[in-house]
């Protein structure tokens, strides 16, 4: 026990004073009173007349009560709106009030906040006995629950009887659901419609999507007979449309009988995981479902038409409709809705047998299950407004969205208590609180407390000596008369316009003096720093307060602050004057400073333009010398090149020497081609400062010889002819092969002809022979 002792006082210590939180007042731009409630929930005004001093703003009056207290103020000129509230509807917890049964209080309740400053009140809450209860038992009637259908035909005397235990009033329904009338879910042949079943089973209904069978009733022997009316059907795929079905059971609170005031139960019972959004697009349905009812001679008619919907969708309705639900499925798909109830508020899953005669059982465990969890959370909550529950039972669980109460029995009264804050200003918000799936509400009313009471409104009537006879005291400070302005009205602007003398006062069209001072008819005049000095300048722009520091020390205490920059004493220097003044770790093995190249600063080298510490020797950034003095090596070497003509001027910076065989500078060599296409070796050392050089040039540059004109231009004739004599042999070659081509042509024609043996009737031999007719052959 004494071990235990010092843990319980750290305990109670943190719980009622070690831990609570600090008033602390984060003022900003604070011109008035309205402006100061509303920059922090622990922020109060004072009013008392001549509380600032002379040089400070009206922001002093804004801090904390203790803070104001402190410095002087009264605790009655100190303005801090508080919180209120009023409970405008409190009817007791009662089985009966006037008809309806109240299971919390209060029904409303009004607050008036301040921004920041949370409000917490209580909610209690008691399970009446006896109260209403709708129960709809929404049914998988594909073929493989063909055996819980038969025993589910003779359960309602059981099912009614398990009822009566909890409450004499109510009432049962009942629904059936398979899935989507399309490929893939269903055989879409017309045979297979009418009778998705075996060809052995008669007795089979048409495949449906959703069908509302029995609306909620007292009589049991109209469920029983309703029920056994029904018939197993039948689809394809395992997963059924059961999503679909509790939409629109949830939904059409008018077809199904949903009584306002009763608790709600949907008992979905099934062996089949269930589609969800997105899986239409299966059957090419896209369009998203509408969370509308859309029944007609009791058939979601819609069902081919819409995507199943969401898990999201479905939450809400049941939610929104107070619609509590048990998952009564089989072992193998009980991990699956476990799941599925982790999305659903205010449900439960119980395991079926394989034939659902446990079923009766199972609802009765889940009900108590539910029963005895009470839920309380909010909705329409306004932007900006926060809301934490802390539940005052053995069993609870503080949260920001709900208050949990666990194991809670019927006339058992569980309180919450629940804090509201209002992060900003408004007006007439609203918001409201319940338990899940109770129709008890709470109305809460928001408005907030934005302007401080002493505020008066319309126009200044007295005048006031504490603001120089041109003005009246609001809040304790001066408001004043039109034509005057200043923190005491002493500023006469006559025809000027305000915002003018206020422009004058603004540095770069920033803030108005820096916001530390008061612009006095076109000028700052400046306020007083936190140690007590005073800002000054133009624009109240400096103070001697705030500059850098070096070891805890302003200006490392060997200077003094000037407009924020250190003025160091002699011997050190330094932004914060924290280094002597010494350039000893600056100095070269030439002893010069940082080589010419940089200043030495704080005994630190600060190089110029690439060069690098510790004493700025080397630049790797920078462009090659070898290229860049390539034109002043040229004419101080070889008297050519650009700067022929004003060498001694141009080239000022570098001493050169000309060698005829080695070097004797130490850096790289440099070969780079002169303006003649000479090549010219040399070496450049860089000498101290940034553009100051010494080079030693080799006496000899290499040059190409010129080419033989002769032999290019006899080459060149001898080419060309050379390529005149090719073509015109390619030329020939090519007329040769044409006359070859058209010869074979002929040659092959020739041989096809054939000519006919005949006389030319025409044609007369050269011979005429002349017979003498006197001639008788005799001699």
């Known amino acids: 026990m004494d071990r235990c002792m010092p843990l319980l006082i750290l305990l109670l210590m943190g719980r009622h004073g070690l831990c609570q939180q600090e008033e602390v007042c984060s003022k900003s731009l604070i011109n008035s009173c309205d402006d100061c409630i509303k920059s922090g929930p622990y922020c109060a005004w004072c009013q008392t007349l001549n509380f600032t001093k002379k040089g400070e703003q009206d922001a002093v009056r804004c801090n904390t009560r203790a803070d104001l207290i402190k410095r002087g103020c009264k605790e009655n000129e100190i303005i801090s709106p508080k919180n209120k509230r009023n409970i405008a509807k409190d009817d007791p917890l009662s089985a009966s009030q006037n008809g309806q049964v109240v299971q919390m209080r209060p029904q409303k309740i009004d607050l008036d906040l301040r921004p920041g400053l949370p409000v917490s009140f209580n909610v209690s809450f008691k399970a009446a006995e006896g109260h209403p209860v709708d129960l709809y038992y929404l049914m998988d009637l594909s073929y493989s629950m063909k055996d819980d259908l038969a025993n589910v035909k003779v359960l309602g005397t059981d099912l009614f009887a398990a009822l009566r235990k909890i409450t004499n009033h109510a009432r049962i329904g009942f629904g059936a659901f398979v899935d989507k009338t399309v490929l893939p879910y269903t055989n879409t042949n017309k045979e297979k419609l009418k009778k998705p079943c075996d060809e052995n089973d008669q007795q089979c209904q048409a495949a449906f999507g959703y069908r509302h069978v029995l609306s909620l009733t007292p009589n049991k022997n109209d469920f029983e007979a309703e029920v056994k009316k029904q018939f197993i059907s039948g689809n394809l795929d395992s997963p059924e449309g059961s999503l679909d079905a509790m939409m629109q059971a949830a939904v059409c609170e008018d077809k199904i009988g949903w009584n306002s005031n009763s608790t709600r139960l949907i008992v979905l019972t099934t062996d089949a995981g269930f589609h969800m959004a997105g899986d239409g697009k299966l059957a090419g349905i896209l369009e998203p479902n509408d969370e509308k009812c859309h029944m007609e001679n009791n058939l979601y008619v819609k069902s081919t038409e819409m995507d199943y919907p969401s898990v999201g969708q479905l939450a809400m309705q049941l939610e929104k409709n107070r619609i509590q639900t048990i998952f009564a499925v089989t072992q193998n798909v009980e991990s699956v809705y476990k799941e599925l109830s982790k999305m659903i508020p205010k449900s439960e899953v119980g395991v079926l047998s394989s034939d659902s005669k446990n079923v009766v059982q199972l609802i009765e465990r889940a009900y108590n299950a539910l029963s005895s969890k009470v839920t309380i959370t909010h909705d329409n909550l306004p932007e900006n407004v926060r809301v934490v529950y802390r539940p005052i039972c053995s069993h609870g669980e503080k949260s920001e969205k709900e208050g949990v109460c666990d194991q809670v029995h019927v006339g058992d009264e569980v309180i919450f208590e629940i804090t509201v804050t209002a992060d900003t200003c408004m007006e007439n918000e609203f918001f409201t609180i319940s338990p899940r799936g109770i129709k008890d509400t709470l109305t809460v009313t928001i408005n907030t407390t934005c302007k401080c009471q002493c505020d008066t409104a319309g126009p200044i009537i007295d005048p006031h000596p504490h603001c120089n006879m041109s003005g009246s005291i609001n809040c304790g400070i001066c408001r004043c008369k039109e034509g005057h302005v200043g923190q005491f009205c002493n500023c006469k602007i006559g025809n000027k316009q305000e915002h003018t003398l206020r422009a004058s006062c603004q540095k770069d069209n920033g803030t ?128 050519s090149g650009p700067f022929k003509k004003n060498c001694s001027e141009a080239c000022k910076t570098i001493s050169s020497e000309i060698v005829k065989e080695a070097f004797t500078l130490s850096p790289k060599e440099c070969k780079q081609k002169d303006s003649e296409g000479c090549w010219m070796t040399f070496k450049l050392v860089q000498l101290v400062g940034e553009d100051n050089y010494k080079a030693e040039i080799m006496e000899k540059r290499d040059c190409p010889k010129p080419p033989n004109v002769i032999a290019i231009i006899g080459g060149s004739i001898a080419a060309v002819a050379l390529i005149g004599i090719l073509l015109l042999m390619l030329i020939k070659l090519l007329l040769y092969m044409k006359d070859l081509k058209e010869f074979r042509k002929f040659e092959n024609e020739k041989k096809k002809s054939k000519w006919a043996e005949a006389d030319n009737p025409l044609f007369q031999t050269a011979t005429t022979t002349v017979a003498n007719p006197t001639f008788t052959g005799g001699e």
């Open 512 to 639: 108005e003096c820096e916001g530390r001072g008061d612009c006095v008819c076109g000028r700052c005049e400046c306020h007083n720093t936190d140690s007590g000095s005073q800002y000054y300048g133009s624009y109240c722009e400096c103070d001697d307060d705030h500059c850098e520091k070096f070891q805890n020390q302003q200006c490392g205490g060997k200077g003094r602050c000037k407009c924020g920059k250190c003025e160091c004493n002699s011997g050190f220097e330094g932004s914060a004057c924290q280094c002597k003044t010494s350039d000893e770790a600056c100095r070269t093995v030439n002893n010069s400073v940082c080589n010419g190249r940089g200043i030495c600063k704080c005994n630190q080298c600060e190089c110029k333009g690439g060069y690098q510490r510790p004493h700025c020797l080397e630049c790797p950034g920078c462009t090659d010398p070898c290229q860049t003095k390539v034109n002043c090596i040229e004419c101080l070497g070889f008297e």
